[in-house]
């Protein structure tokens, strides 16, 4: 009988409330939730079912209203701004939507910056590999496709190696065919180096790729689904 990973995050009761009176908007409602130690989950739901708010909080940004978020022995909740400063630098790996490369650094200077701040960095060039962006490592981004732009923030986020890669809709500024290969990127991180990734999406296909799928809305988890069987990027359609 195999063993099941300990959760890597573990949230309990998380309410996140924006303004106040008649303009008071709940974005999270008691989510319950345990995520595992290299796992892949997909996240799906309309817009303003929560994901985003729930990403932000899993990853340091923002702060529950109210409940309990842990990080493997980290109580997050409660935690004050340097310790989530340092929760970030040290354990989580953020992919966005827009890829926030600086335009007149190269390739490679986008993704050495990072490296100062990191504590145990890989090389520089191993996470361009990673990406298959080696030949492309002294481009500016002006000279790259919005995919081979995606790659590049991929590389810099795990170039100082996370425990968790959290993504917000990574595919959803591309096209059919650079999408499947950014998606191909974060399941050979996920899968190769043991990087549990959590991606937001609202392109369902997606949802195959993952262990689980968690559906929410109107800030609460609706379902939580397990796939037998996870699909490659290459067996996605949509």
């Known amino acids: ?25 709940r974005a999270l409602i008691d989510v319950d939730l345990d995520i595992r130690r290299g796992e892949f989950v997909v996240l799906i739901g309309a817009s303003g079912s929560g994901k985003s708010t729930l990403l932000n909080i899993l990853g340091g940004l923002d702060v529950p209203t109210s409940g309990e978020l842990r990080f493997a022995d980290h109580v997050l909740t409660g935690a004050s701004e340097a310790d989530l400063t340092r ?20 390739v490679y200077e986008n993704v050495a910056l990072v490296t100062d701040i990191a504590e145990h960095p890989m090389a520089i060039n191993e996470a361009l590999a990673w990406v298959a962006l080696s030949e492309r490592r002294d481009h500016f981004p ?19 190696q996370p425990e968790v890669l959290l993504c917000d809709e990574p595919t959803g500024a591309l096209d059919y065919a650079k999408g499947k290969r950014v998606l191909e990127v974060i399941a050979k991180v996920n899968a190769e180096l043991g990087t549990t990734a959590v991606v937001i999406t609202h392109n369902v296909a997606i949802a195959g790729m993952a262990d689980r799928v968690i559906r929410l809305g109107d800030g609460r988890v609706q379902s939580v689904e397990v796939n037998e069987r996870k699909l490659t990027p290459s067996e996605l359609s949509w």
């Not at 929760?87 to 190269?106: A, C, D, K, M, W």
Request: proline share 5%; net charge positive.
């Open 142 to 160: 002006s000279q790259l496709s919005g995919g081979e732009q995606q790659r590049v923030a991929i590389a810099r986020a795990i170039v100082k």
């Open 1 to 25: 009988m195999s063993i099941e990973p300990a959760p890597v995050f573990v949230a309990r009761g998380l309410t996140k409330t924006y303004g106040s009176g008649d303009a008071q908007v």
């Open 87 to 106: 929760y970030r630098r040290e354990h989580v790996g953020f992919v966005f939507q827009f890829y926030n490369l600086i335009p007149s650094l190269t």
